[in-house]
C-alpha cells in the first residue's frame, strides 16, 4: 500500500507551524478535501490578504496575473467545498479558487525563510502569518473570480451534483444513468455528473451496492440507484469522519494519522478474502486507473 503514497499531513511546532498536506500519485478526493477545508476555517478565517507572491510558472493553466491585485486587502469570509475544489469566499466580495490537482499541498505557517523550489504562490496576512501552495507536478489551479455566487466560477459551473448535497438523488442519479452507455465505474468519476468522488471511492461504493464496476449505465434499475446513493454516501461520511484515507504518514493537527485506510473494504486490497463473503479481491484496469472488487458478490 505504501507504494501509493496518498498522505495529508498537519504539523504543529512551537513556532505556530500548521502544515495542511495531500501529495498522491492519485488525485485527492473529497473527503481528503472537505478534511483540509475543515482545518482552513479552524486557521485562516477573518484574516486579511496583504501581499502575494507568485514563482511565475504555470500549473494546469497559468496563474492570472491580476491574482495578487484581486486578493491583496481582501479579507476571508468563509472556506467552501465544491466538489474537489477549495473556494475561500472574500470581502470585498470575490472568490478564491484552489485545487490541488495531484500533488499540491497548501501550507499554513509563520514566515519561512526558506521556499522550495515548488512553491508557486505565497499568501501573506495581516498577522504575517502565510499561506503556501506547493505543486511539484503542476497540475493545480489557483485562480480568483469576482462574481457573486460559486456557482458562476467556470470550473465550478460545469461540476455535477456534490454526492452530499440534499439533491443527490435519485430523482437526479437515475435519469442520468438511464441515458448513459458507460461503465458505472467511469460514469461515477465524471466530474459533470457526481462532483467529488474519485477512484477510492468509487470503488468503496460500488462494493457496498454490490455493483460491478464493468456493468453499463442503463442497466441499473431505479432500486439499484437508491442502493448506489446511501453506498455513497455513507462510504464518503465514514471517509471524512476519519480525516481521509492515508497510505503513508498522514498526521492531523492533533498528531493523530487519517485512519480511512483502515476501514476500505476493497481498494488496495487484491488477492484478499472480501469482508462479506470471502472469495478473494480482485483487480482490474479500466482507462487508466485500477478497479478493485469482489469476484461473487459483484459479479
Not at 21 to 41: G, Q, V
Not at 121 to 132: G, K, P, Y
Not at 157 to 180: C, I, T, V
Amino acid at each position: 500500500m505504501g507504494s501509493l503514497d496518498l498522505g495529508m499531513q498537519f504539523f504543529l511546532s512551537p513556532h505556530l507551524w500548521t502544515c495542511y498536506r495531500l501529495s498522491a500519485n492519485k488525485m485527492p478526493e473529497m473527503p481528503e478535501i472537505e478534511t483540509l477545508a475543515r482545518r482552513l476555517r479552524k486557521t485562516i478565517i477573518g484574516k486579511r490578504v496583504v501581499d502575494v507572491s507568485l514563482s511565475g510558472l504555470p500549473l494546469r493553466k497559468p496563474i492570472a496575473g491580476t491574482l495578487a491585485a484581486q486578493l491583496r486587502g481582501r479579507t476571508i469570509r468563509k472556506i467552501l467545498r465544491r466538489g474537489k475544489y477549495l473556494v475561500a469566499e472574500l470581502e470585498p466580495k470575490a472568490f478564491w479558487l484552489i485545487h490541488l490537482g495531484m500533488s499540491g499541498r497548501v501550507l499554513y505557517h509563520a514566515p519561512a525563510a526558506g521556499r522550495t523550489k515548488h512553491t508557486h504562490a505565497i499568501f501573506r496576512f495581516s498577522d504575517s502569518t502565510e499561506l503556501e501552495y506547493r505543486d511539484h507536478r503542476r497540475f493545480g489551479l489557483l485562480a480568483a473570480y469576482e462574481v457573486r455566487y460559486p456557482k458562476e466560477i467556470p470550473e465550478i459551473r460545469s461540476l455535477g451534483r456534490d454526492p452530499l448535497s440534499a439533491g443527490f438523488n435519485d430523482r437526479y442519479l437515475w435519469p442520468l444513468l438511464q441515458k448513459s452507455q458507460q461503465e458505472i465505474k467511469s460514469f461515477l468519476l465524471d466530474q459533470r455528473k457526481v462532483a467529488g468522488l474519485g477512484n477510492i471511492y468509487a470503488c468503496e461504493s460500488l462494493f457496498l451496492a454490490q455493483i460491478n464496476p464493468t456493468r453499463r449505465c442503463f442497466t441499473i434499475t431505479c432500486e439499484e440507484t437508491a442502493h448506489l446513493i446511501k453506498a455513497i454516501q455513507k462510504v464518503l461520511r465514514v471517509a471524512i469522519r476519519n480525516h481521509g484515507t492515508s497510505f503513508s504518514d498522514f498526521m492531523d493537527s492533533d498528531g493523530k494519522p487519517g485512519e480511512n485506510q483502515s476501514y476500505l473494504m476493497v481498494f488496495q486490497r487484491e488477492g484478499e478474502e472480501c469482508v462479506r463473503c470471502r472469495a478473494p479481491i480482485r483487480r482490474m484496469r479500466q482507462g487508466n486507473r485500477s478497479s478493485f472488487y469482489c469476484s461473487r458478490c459483484q459479479d
